[in-house]
């Protein structure tokens, strides 16, 4: 629990004021146990007389980031799905997930483990059995039992199209083939227990999101990988296999790895509509 020096407190209130759960008794100088822990109290403070749960206070940095840069910076920010040999350094990991400290949590539970896969015989046994896996599940809806019914019931369904990513997807998946995984140096799996009111899922994607926009600036490539989280989703072998804790589920999965293209366009795509009401 963050902890209140009340001799150095000016009763500004601004802590009592930016607290979502209404936990300061500013009086007595207590934070109850309704307190979830975001640190606005502490990040709020002009006395600096709040004291985070763990750490020192540190004084925040202003953001030096334009609009202009975010949106140069998303523009940029591609789909990676061709990587170089080269290995990702420790350092390098370490930062990606020293800044997940900062990431947002539903209620700030931050249930999220994450796990490197590193090894290339690993990463080639997650590509496989993905692959794998999704074959099984092409061939069931493309199957001539199947196909019919989708054709009548969900007409806009692209199913000759599907037909087709599988066929081709059947004749490339060769051994040493990399059709999930694209041969990255490395894939970032976002992982939690499994709750029933929890948002894990979603934190997962918004980890992952600021993960793969971070990576970005350090020169790497990423790629959102549903295919692992449909397979690990379906497969308690898989889960154990890859060392995932059986109470988890992973909501996410990144490849990550040095981009071996270079975009140098910006594509034309639609912008979501905007409703006002
Ligand atoms: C939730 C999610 C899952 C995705 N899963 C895969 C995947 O399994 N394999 C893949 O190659 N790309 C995957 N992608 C990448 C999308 O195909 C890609 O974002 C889209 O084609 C747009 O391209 P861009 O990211 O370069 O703008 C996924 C993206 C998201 C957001």
Redesign the pocket.
Known sequence: MPTIELDKCIKCLKCVNDCPSNAIDIERGIIDNSCIHCGHCVAICPESTIYPDTGEIQKLQSSTVLPVDFQNLSAN???C?SFISKEVAHETLQLLIENMKHYPSASNSRPIEITIVKSKEIIQRLNDQTANGLIKMLRFITSPILKPILKAFVPKFNITGLDNYKKKFISRQIPESSQ?C?HAPLVMLFHAPVTKFGMASADS?IWATYTSIFAQTLGLGT???????KAMERSKVMRKEFSIPANHQVY?ALLIGYPKVKYINE?G?EKPNMNTV
Request: net charge positive; aromatic share 18%.
């Open positions: 920010t591609r789909t799905r999930v694209h994607y790629c959102f990988n549903g295919f692992i989280v996410a594509v795509r």
